[in-house]
């Protein structure tokens, strides 16, 4: 990080080196296209401003322009390398004091949001030195905190830049105080032409009432002095802004207001800036602008306003209520700063997101249904005892291999829940070692072909979390996918599982691979960049599995970490969770044993892929079932007049309509209930055949056992 600085931008001394001015200079410059030195300190104390630079995660000060020294009463050997928030505390006497907050709140939104962030005019004192009296002295400011990046996309720094607006606000909270008291004043100058005329014998009377006129023509004159400060501060700010009176009448806009709308400000004043928002943000931003003038809390809302050439522009306008000692509302300052340019941005990002979601549902769809009839083929022969151990052993890689492509392809969808932020987790009790049990025996085929040992030293005592056991289930599927594809043959794999302190589970996944560069152990649990991570020979895969299991052990409330000596020196992953107390009665980690139903249906099948069709129906016939087949909405209709079924196992997508309107007719017309079958399954998807009445929905390519499970859930109950 100290080198990283160092080849980017350096701001003066790091924390611990040398404060000294002579040591700063040295250190003060920056690249620049012409290969020649620039000194950064001329450009830093020439820039308009007050400017701290902050380290992003202790927000430590490590460089301050002496405009920010002077504003603050400071001192830079006493402040350089230290905390931002230990330097400038909240006054500890002001309860109300919430500078401190809003500032950390601001820094984290920059860490997060990887933009700079545009603070509200903040109350925010700061402490004067002992000499000058101590204490807070009260201050207002104007601050925007930037991130600075290093060429790897790194955030090294956070610019905090401010302007001292103490002046203008309490100058225009003066403003109408002096235009009372110039009347006052103008009152009190004929009292005392007339009392001068009376009195003209009384030299000494006349003389301390001159002084008094003199005294009030210099407050007037410095308190409009204070209001053309504050005018040209507005005046000079690059966004829209305004003063409104107690009630809301705004009584002032700065030159981009009338710019931007083309009027004077005559027109505009008071409430006449309504006409120029938007008819559909008027109501809401009414009703939030009474709201805060009546409880007198801070504004904020997002609307469009029409610019003078009638274009509909987006803005964020804030107000913040300026108070006197008494808590009074004085005024109201606030600031028009337009963002249609990030707006426009975000629609376009969120069509193109609608655009790839679509897309990956077709995608899923047409590699899904080819898939369907191989692994149903390959199931069921896998099982025919009549064939040669040899036979059901390759039978076993096809479906194996089959299943692998299907994970894939539900990585893609995964991926776009988890963007989404739609990943849904069903958690109940789970026995981590029956899933370790199930997941050995998945993968156990693929460890023997490339002659690794598997070794499981199962020794946790407390092994039961709550969890969503198919998704954890995908976690250690995951993992022992990677260790056994990077571990060359011969290699060995082991699982251990502890308890390393009461309410915890620990698994560690060790294998004898390849292992991991360290400068690509922090992009393990990134999506998509296993390819850059390790050998070309060795990556076959999309790179999603990991970062997809990050998601789901974060979602349990867990931990995923990835720890490795180097390149062939192998890996180790460890996962930590929560234990919670065994539930056998709920255990629903225990893997499902192959079986047909048991219960005997009379089946309307309706499929237009005709391998699916054909497959499906003969492996359904052969459990007993009377199955009766159609490609199309409208056969599937004709079957349904004319013969009475139990259920209807139905395609989504059919060439002359879809499965959902389907499923409404049989359902209104003969009661039927139905399960579907599609190669969509996005969550809308699974949330339209739902609506539809179909009791379940399953995902291509169709795993026979688990429709045979559906199946008999669906048998009626005696």
């Known amino acids: 990080m100290r080198q990283l600085a160092r080849n980017t931008l350096h701001f003066g001394p790091m924390p611990g080196e040398d404060q000294s001015d002579s040591a700063l200079a040295k250190d003060v410059s920056c690249p620049v296209k012409d290969d020649k030195t620039m000194p950064f300190r001329v450009l830093f104390e020439s820039a308009p401003g007050l400017y701290l630079v902050l380290t992003p995660h202790e927000f430590s000060i490590v460089a301050v322009s002496e405009a920010y020294l002077r504003a603050t009463m400071t001192e830079r050997s006493d402040i350089m390398g230290r905390k931002l928030f230990e330097v400038f505390p909240d006054d500890p006497k002001d309860p109300a004091a919430d500078g401190v907050r809003n500032l950390r709140a601001s820094l984290e939104r920059v860490k997060t949001k990887r933009t700079a962030d545009v603070m509200k005019v903040q109350r925010y004192p700061v402490r004067r030195p002992e000499n000058q009296g101590g204490g807070f002295e009260e201050r207002f400011w104007s601050p925007i905190n930037s991130p600075v990046f290093s060429d790897n996309g790194e955030l090294i720094f956070i610019i905090h830049r401010v302007e001292d607006v103490t002046v203008f606000v309490r100058a225009k909270a003066l403003q109408g105080k002096a235009e009372e008291g110039w009347r006052m004043l103008e009152a009190r100058a004929e009292h005392m032409e007339a009392e001068i005329a009376l009195r003209a014998y009384d030299w000494r009377r006349a003389a301390e009432l001159q002084q008094a006129y003199e005294r009030l023509q210099k407050s007037e004159s410095l308190l409009r002095e204070s209001a053309e400060r504050f005018r040209f501060l507005a005046e000079s700010m690059p966004q829209k802004i305004f003063t409104a009176r107690p009630n809301g009448d705004v009584d002032y806009f700065n030159r981009q207001w009338m710019e931007f709308t083309g009027l004077p400000f005559e027109q505009i004043r008071d409430w006449g800036w309504i006409p120029f928002m938007h008819p559909d943000d008027v109501p809401e931003n009414l009703r939030r602008w009474k709201h805060s003038i009546e409880m007198g809390e801070s504004f904020e809302f997002e609307h469009r306003l029409r610019r003078a050439d009638g274009e509909w522009r987006w803005h964020i306008s804030r107000a913040n209520a300026m108070r006197d000692a008494a808590g009074r509302v004085l005024m109201w300052i606030g600031s028009n700063t337009e963002i249609d340019d990030v707006k426009r941005a975000q629609a376009e990002a969120e069509h193109a997101n609608r655009a790839k979601d679509k897309f990956l549902a077709a995608l899923s769809h047409e590699l899904r249904t080819p898939l369907t009839p191989v692994l149903m083929c390959a199931a069921a022969l896998e099982r025919e005892t009549a064939l040669q151990p040899e036979y059901r052993e390759q039978l076993g890689m096809m479906r194996r291999n089959v299943e692998l492509e299907a994970r894939l392809i539900d990585d893609l969808l995964d991926l776009t829940r988890i963007s989404r932020g739609t990943l849904q987790l069903q958690l109940e ?132 970490n990835v720890a490795s000596a180097g390149a062939d020196r192998g890996a180790t992953f460890t996962v930590d969770l929560a234990t919670v107390v065994a539930d056998s009665a709920g255990d629903v980690s225990r893997p499902a044993v192959r079986s047909n139903s048991h219960h005997i249906y009379r089946l309307l099948l309706v499929e237009d892929n005709q391998a699916t069709l054909e497959v499906l129906g003969r492996i359904l016939r052969k459990q007993g079932h009377d199955v009766v087949t159609a490609s199309t909405v409208e056969a599937a209709q004709g079957f349904a007049a004319n013969r009475e079924f139990d259920l209807v196992i139905s395609d989504i ?46 995902v291509k390519p169709v795993d026979v056992d688990r429709l045979n499970r559906v199946l008999e859930q669906a048998a009626p109950t005696t």
């Open 429 to 560: 009790p789970t026995n981590v070692h029956s899933l370790l049990v199930h997941a050995e025996q998945i993968v156990r085929s693929d460890a023997r072909a490339k002659q690794i040992k598997l070794q499981f030293e199962l020794n946790a005592s407390a092994h039961y979390v709550l969890a969503d056991s198919g998704r954890l289930h995908q976690v250690f599927w995951n993992i022992l996918k990677n260790a056994i594809k990077f571990t060359p043959a011969a290699g060995e794999i082991i699982v251990r599982t502890t308890n390393p302190r009461t309410g915890e589970i620990r698994l560690e996944f060790t294998d004898t691979g390849i292992g991991i560069e360290s400068q690509f152990l922090g992009l393990v649990f990134e999506a998509f960049v296993q390819a850059d991570a390790v050998p070309s020979s060795a990556s076959n895969g999309l790179g999603l599995g990991m970062s997809i299991s990050k998601t789901i052990v974060e979602q349990h409330g867990g931990t995923i």
């Open 653 to 698: 997508g059919l060439p002359d309509g879809n499965g959902i309107d389907l499923m409404n007719e049989l359902t209104r017309d003969y009661g039927l209930r139905g399960i579907a079958l599609s190669g969509y399954g996005m969550d809308e998807d699974l949330a339209r055949t739902k609506n539809a009445g179909f009791i379940a929905h399953l």
